[in-house]
T-cell receptor, first 111, second 116 residues
Framework: GQQVMQIPQYQHVQEGEDFTTYCNSSTTLSNIQWYKQRPGGHPVFLIQLVKSGEVKKQKRLTFQFGEAKKNSSLHITATQTTDVGTYFCAQDQTGANNLFFGTGTRLTVIP | DAGVIQSPRHEVTEMGQEVTLRCKPISGHDYLFWYRQTMMRGLELLIYFNNNVPIDDSGMPEDRFSAKMPNASFSTLKIQPSEPRDSAVYFC??????????????FGSGTQLSVL
């Protein structure tokens, strides 16, 4: 089956601190997606990375795809209480149109 | 667009009963996915359809689970008979096929299933 490992599983930060979650795959990925799920909500798409070494930014969020396309990271600068939720990476099998989600990182932001 | 619509939002049933979850994908989307979310196992892909045809059901846990998509605007996930370990949030998601790229998934609000 798919091996989509995410670390850490949980992260508590003080508001204003930075946060990073990492996604590691056992295989080379064609692309990777990131989703955010608020408590009690459903996953919502954030971004997709396709190119080796790609870096994309969305305001305080920075997404990176590894050079070998086997890992990815999401970094949030100066967290806010609105950042609370679980962040998932997701990958598909090469040549397939499925989508497997990582284990997720649950972020708690302490005001 | 109303987004992906799932019903019911909550379902409480007794062990052994049949449960049917419903999903209406976004109009024009040709892929539909069913996921199950639990604390222990995270977000698991159960099955997905392309143009109403099941493509991969390898994630369906047991024969007690079945899914259908009779037309482009409706899908069901049925559990018969239900068991307490089926308690979870079940999400439906849809997307369309991009050219050469993977398209994003749009999720419904989910069905919280409790089997007593």
């Amino acid at each position: 089956g798919q091996q989509v490992m995410q670390i850490p599983q949980y992260q508590h930060v003080q508001e204003g601190e930075d946060f990073t979650t990492y996604c590691n795959s056992s295989t080379t990925l064609s692309n990777i997606q990131w989703y955010k799920q608020r408590p009690g909500g459903h996953p919502v798409f954030l971004i997709q990375l396709v190119k080796s070494g790609e870096v994309k930014k969305q305001k305080r969020l920075t997404f990176q795809f590894g050079e070998a396309k086997k890992n990815s990271s999401l970094h949030i600068t100066a967290t806010q209480t609105t950042d609370v939720g679980t962040y998932f990476c997701a990958q598909d099998q090469t040549g397939a149109n499925n989508l497997f989600f990582g284990t997720g990182t649950r972020l708690t932001v302490i005001p | 667009d109303a987004g992906v619509i799932q019903s019911p939002r909550h379902e409480v049933t007794e062990m052994g009963q049949e449960v049917t979850l419903r999903c209406k994908p976004i109009s024009g989307h040709d892929y539909l996915f069913w996921y199950r979310q639990t604390m222990m196992r995270g977000l698991e892909l159960l099955i997905y359809f392309n143009n109403n045809v099941p493509i991969d059901d390898s994630g369906m846990p047991e024969d007690r689970f079945s899914a259908k998509m009779p037309n482009a605007s409706f899908s069901t996930l049925k559990i018969q008979p239900s068991e307490p370990r089926d308690s979870a949030v079940y999400f439906c998601a849809s997307s369309f096929k991009g050219i050469g790229v993977r398209e994003k998934l749009f999720f419904g609000s989910g069905t919280q299933l409790s089997v007593l």
